[in-house]
C-alpha cells in the first residue's frame, strides 16, 4: 500500500509541476530515466553493504545465540 500512495503523491505532484511549468515538467520526464540509470550503482553498492553487515552482526552475535540456546535447554 506505501508504494501505491508514494506512486500516487509523486504523479500528482508531477501534475502540479505541470500546471505551473511544463517545460521543466517534460524534462523531468525526460531526465528521470537517466537519473534512475546512475542511481543504479549506489543501490547496487547499498545493497552490498547492508549484507556485509548482516553477515558480520551475525558472525558477532552468533556465539550469544549459541549460549541462549543452550541456557534454553538446560531450563
Do not use: Y
Not at 10 to 32: D, H, Q, R, S, Y
Amino acid at each position: 500500500m506505501g508504494g501505491a500512495v508514494t506512486a500516487l503523491l509523486t504523479i500528482i505532484g508531477w501534475l502540479i509541476l505541470f500546471v505551473l511549468c511544463w517545460p521543466l515538467a517534460l524534462l523531468a520526464l525526460l531526465l528521470w530515466p537517466l537519473l534512475w540509470l546512475v542511481s543504479l550503482p549506489f543501490r547496487l553498492i547499498g545493497i552490498t553493504f547492508e549484507a556485509v553487515f548482516a553477515l558480520l552482526r551475525g558472525v558477532l552475535f552468533l556465539p550469544a545465540r549459541l549460549l541462549s540456546a543452550k541456557r534454553r535447554k538446560a531450563a
